[in-house]
């Protein structure tokens, strides 16, 4: 369970995030949702210790942000966050071997290389194992980076808007591949996520976040309603269903 308690975050002058008090249970997959500004990357960035925390206390697996070691929390927990730059006269395998970097400190053994292997795989890469970053299309360098986070093999895998440049089967991919690794494999996942069909489809868990504050947060039945959605987004949302789930139309 990551555990997040009294957090307020500021910047200059502007608050940013208000008392924000919620649990992510263990293995679920986590939605993050909300407008553009709400403040999700802000709290992904300080769960994943990206940024410090500023006021609160925040647990992840039962360690402390304020006091684990880096080294002892990259064994629990992966961050991919938004607008990864990275330099790009790396190879894709080179990227996605830095995951490992936290299980091998630098001296890569044949477990390492059989999951950098595996990631690679797992996202369709392997035949551009060897390409530049800068030779790969924004869709798969995006896949090359979850793939990272995805190597590192951690219990808890948090992802700011994963499905960013993916198109529609690569994205309808990765949810599934996200959903195996909670429900087959007991890993749990956070997601920002834009698209809210995605999460309607495939989120155990959703977290509504709107002017720095949590606005809603329960199963995808009790947060993905049209009272909500309208509310959250500050526009006329309606909501129907798809095998049992539910389906948020925005059409004019
Ligand atoms: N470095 C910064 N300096 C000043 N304000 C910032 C900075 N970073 C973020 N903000 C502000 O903090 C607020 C929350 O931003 P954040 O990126 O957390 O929102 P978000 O919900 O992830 O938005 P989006 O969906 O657009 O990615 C926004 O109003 C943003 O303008």
Known sequence: MITIEGVNHQIGAVRILHGIRTKLPEGRLTALIGPNGAGKSTLMRLIGRLEALQSGQITVAGHDLATTPTGELAKVMAILGQNTAIASRLRVTEL???GRWPHHHGRPGPEDRDKIAQALEAFALTPLANRFLDEISGGQAQRAHIAM???????????DEPLNNLDMAHARGLMTQLSDLV???????????????????????VI???DGQIM??????TVLTESVLSEL??????VGRHRDRPLVLHHA
């Not at 986070?149 to 895998?157: G, I, R, V």
């Not at 809603?216 to 039945?221: K, L, S, V, Y």
């Open 96 to 98: 996605v071997g830095f």
């Open 149 to 159: 986070s995805l190597a590192q093999d951690t219990p808890w895998l948090l992802l």
């Open 233 to 238: 987004y500050d526009t006329h949302v309606r």
């Open 183 to 205: 429900h087959a494999r007991g890993r749990s996942v956070a997601m920002v996520v834009h698209e809210i069909n995605y999460a309607a489809a495939w989120a155990d868990h």
């Open 216 to 221: 809603a947060e329960g199963g995808p039945e």
């Open 208 to 210: 509504a976040m709107k």
